[in-house]
Nanobody, 125 residues
Framework: QLQLAESGGGLVQTGGSLRLSCAVP????????IAWFRQTPGKEREGIFC????????DYLDSVEGRLTITRDGARKMVYLDINKLKPEDTAVYYC??????????????????WGRGTQVTVAS
């Protein structure tokens, strides 16, 4: 059964940096778009980025102001989310998600049919 697995979350200080990792099984990176979402308590999950098989990228969240970056490593079968200059409002559970084919222009959750369990990021003020 295909499953995504996030890692790299934790407790960090404001202004710090984190790299979140999403392990993507098999050859999924050859044909799936992989996205990062985040969710804070009481709010809906919001899409951040999606990266496609040709390394093309979709930005879904303007408010991140260039502090967040998505990259992929096909050899390691990983997709990364780098978060710099962390703010308390970055505190959330971060998820990676996948869909077969191209990344959608619409970041709605229903576009993605495979999800990881999430990794918690807590930013101390």
């Amino acid at each position: 059964q295909l499953q995504l697995a996030e890692s790299g979350g934790g407790l960090v200080q404001t202004g710090g940096s984190l790299r979140l990792s999403c392990a993507v099984p098999g050859d999924m990176l050859d044909s799936y778009g992989i996205a990062w979402f985040r969710q804070t308590p009481g709010k809906e999950r919001e899409g951040i980025f999606c990266i496609g098989e040709n390394d093309d990228r979709w930005d879904y969240l303007d408010s991140v102001e260039g502090r967040l970056t998505i990259t992929r490593d096909g050899a390691r079968k990983m997709v990364y989310l780098d978060i710099n200059k962390l703010k308390p409002e970055d505190t959330a559970v971060y998820y990676c998600a996948a869909l077969l084919g191209l990344c959608p222009t619409d970041s709605g959750e229903s576009n993605f049919h495979l999800w990881g369990r999430g990794t918690q990021v807590t930013v101390a003020s």
